[in-house]
């Protein structure tokens, strides 16, 4: 819809604005992909002692018809997908809204942002943040679990992934505009509350980076799971370093 | 001497075309140098708005090769001269002439902004920590290129349901100050229409103050409007505390 007859055109840029939106397709639509079909497999998520994250915590009630996975992913997979920064991401390389900026995409004379419903819902992204976070205690679990082998401490490759991948994770939820404003952005007076003010500061600077967080804790995750896969299926075997 | 060919818009909201004109490129200049050169050399009544030279009046709002950039802070150099330069008026306001467009909505949307008000008769020492978050949103200098490329005004013209990018710093700047005692959040949910923000980034992108705009205004506004509509234990809390 142009303002004007004159400003009736698309777009005058003339640089590759193309490749950022359809690298992020190819990204999130891959990880899409695989992590549906991992969470369905329900099979070679336990390499003792390690446990995939997409399946812990491990509940298995024998009234639940399909792979326990299920039961767990809705929490971190919502807060993904309500999350500020992949909410820009898939908007602009999957709904075109706009595709890039100064580039008119797809948006309709009926546009309403978030504002009804049902992306309206985008709102309870702090509640995903709370259910997350419940599952990411349970991952920090598991990562301590995986030094011990048999009784024994010890390290493997894989406890090592599991660290890493625990802490890439917690970096992303640290990192949260939601977790910003709840630790202390919402204050106006900071003065009377020194230790909520330390702690948003904090949060905010880990907040500017929470793009690589994002990214960086996506493909952490998903080769923790294909570490253990791998393992699981006999494809490698973990090494022992100590 | 180096040349370039600016291919500008002549015209307004209901005819134009574009025009080519060769300029001589120096050493450091910038796109507003050769409009000015195009003014003074070949078409005298380019309309082209300008002020300071200086990327502090926000006048010179412009789309370079289709993006939106002050004039006088892209430098020739840093554009390729293979192909024309396309310099065009912003694409979210009417032009009145050439390069000039009306931007007067802009200014109809800061009034209906309730202005600060500080308590009455209340004497309040202010800490750098507590002015400091609203200061980054003071830097604005109305350019409107945040205005301009968000794809809400832009490409769906919703200026009857959405204040846009700049009056959304205004509100958070007003909000977040300690002093301050109104409460807008009925305002940023509805007439402002905080929630048609798909947070897409662009108004960051384009801002030449550097203004971490969605980030540090348009998010936590939007979680502010949580805290009150959508958040039933901030609620309780609240209603707790004031008991
Ligand atoms: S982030 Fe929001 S306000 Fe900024 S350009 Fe995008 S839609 Fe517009
Ligand atoms: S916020 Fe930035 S882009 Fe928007 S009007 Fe102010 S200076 Fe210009
Ligand atoms: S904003 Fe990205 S996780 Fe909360
Ligand atoms: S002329 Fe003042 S900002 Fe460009």
Redesign the pocket.
Known sequence: MAISATQNYTTLRTDNWRVAPIITVIILGSFVIYATWRALENQYYLAEPYLSPFYSPLINPEWWPISPAILILWAPGLFRFTCYYYRKAYYRSFAGMPPACAVEGRSKESYS?ESKFPLILQNLHRFFFYAASIVLIFLWYDAFKAFNFDGHYGVGVGSIILVLNVFLLSMYSLSCHSFRHLIGGKLNVFSSCPTRFTLWKGASSLNERHMLWAWVSLFGVCLTDLYIRLVATGVITDMRLV | MAEAVLRVFRGDSENGETKDYKVPVEEGMVVLDALLYIQANYDGDLAVRWNCKAAKCGSCSTEINGIPKLSCKTRMDSLPRDEPITVYPIKAFPVIKDLVTDVKWNYQKQKEIPPFTPPEDEEMIMYQDDVERSQEFRKCIECFL?QN????LRDNNAKESFF??RY?IKIAELDMHPLDTVDRSELLRNEAGVG?????????EVCPENIR??DNA?IPLKERVVDKYFDPINWILSKLKED
């Not at chain 2, 490329?149 to 809400?152: D, L, P, Q, S, T």
């Not at chain 2, 048609?196 to 960051?204: R, V, Y």
Request: net charge positive.
């Open positions: 942002g | 945040c490329v968000c794809h809400i846009g990018p959304l048609f923000c798909n947070i897409t980034k662009c108004c960051t705009i969605t348009i």
